[in-house]
């Protein structure tokens, strides 16, 4: 795991104000919205009990643990021991710990790292015209493979000459070189490759691309 980046952990459109859990690293979060939308997000396990903060509740922007009660607000710093006496001290223990998010592009970015907030890197930053012009399609999902070789897999154009050769890489020979445009920068790097592709094939792809007889293409890798 790559511990000192920005990681899109979920849409924004799913987080509310009701607790939710989300599932990264191998670690649970909980994120919520307080009154002001902005999120928050903690560890998602009391330091009293163990129990899941994202099957509480929401209260005056702080989470209520389902077990005992106790009340954490949004720095992880629990405030409140209901079944202890008004003038019992509370804990030095009892604190969570709480994660810089950010939302950008219809994501909630979190921040896993130990960085200080001017060391840490940029959020991505996606080509205006994209922004502007293009309308996104977000989808989730599951792949049951190491995330290095995602990485790899989307970012190797070569393999189409011989995976997706009943697609739009079926008029590629399976001998042609493949040349690429590679250009690295600070938190990840950009590739071009431009191809003669689909041209006269009459499938639906084909169709839908215009007949056009060069495939441009450019994969973006971001930190």
């Known amino acids: 795991m790559l511990k000192n980046f920005w990681y899109a952990c979920e849409f924004s459109s799913a987080i509310v104000n009701k607790p939710k859990q989300v599932l990264i690293f191998n670690q649970r979060f909980v994120l919520y919205r307080n009154s002001q939308g902005q999120i928050v997000a903690l560890n998602d396990q009391c330091p009293h009990r163990g129990a899941a903060f994202s099957l ?22 629990c405030i409140e021991i209901p079944s202890n006496a008004p003038e019992t ?45 293009m309308r996104p399609v977000y989808d989730d999902g599951v792949d049951n493979a ?39 920068y600070d938190w990840g790097a950009v590739a071009k490759v431009n191809y003669e592709s689909l ?25």
């Not at 389902?66 to 720095?75: E, I, L, N, V």
């Not at 969570?96 to 909630?108: C, H, I, N």
Request: charged share 25%; with cysteine.
């Open 56 to 77: 509480g509740s929401i209260e005056k922007n702080c989470l209520r643990c389902p077990y005992h009660g106790w009340k954490f607000q949004a720095d992880g710093q």
């Open 146 to 184: 190491n995330y290095a070789r995602l990485m790899e897999a989307n970012l190797d154009f070569t393999h189409v000459i011989a995976v997706h050769k009943k697609s739009f890489g079926q008029r590629i020979p399976i001998d042609t070189t493949i040349k690429y445009q590679v250009d690295k």
């Open 199 to 223: 041209g006269n094939s009459k499938s639906f792809l084909n169709f839908l691309l215009g007949g056009r007889p060069e495939l441009k293409t450019k994969l973006t890798l971001y930190l």
């Open 89 to 133: 001290p509370i804990p030095k223990k009892a604190h969570v710990d709480s994660y810089p998010v950010q939302e950008k592009y219809g994501f909630v970015w979190l921040f896993y790292g130990d960085l200080l907030e001017a060391e840490r890197p940029p959020l991505p930053t996606f080509p205006e015209y994209m922004v502007s012009t």
